[in-house]
């Protein structure tokens, strides 16, 4: 899956978990062979292959 972060940066990789550490949630990430934990409220979109974009809101 590729995501957009609101910082502007784009990451290319496989999902792996979500989970919750003091009420917030992260997207667990393989990229490039490295485990990345992103915060949800960071992502802008994300898109995959079978499913399309999806830009995520913050409201």
Do not use: C, N, W
Request: proline share 2%; net charge neutral.
């Amino acid at each position: 899956m590729t995501l957009k972060l609101r910082s502007g940066e784009t990451i290319e990789g496989k999902a792996r978990d979500l989970l919750m550490r003091k009420k917030v949630e992260y997207l667990i990430i393989d990229v490039a062979g490295e485990q990345r934990d992103l915060r949800l409220d960071y992502i802008e979109s994300f898109s995959h292959p079978k499913i399309g974009t999806v830009t995520v809101s913050i409201e």
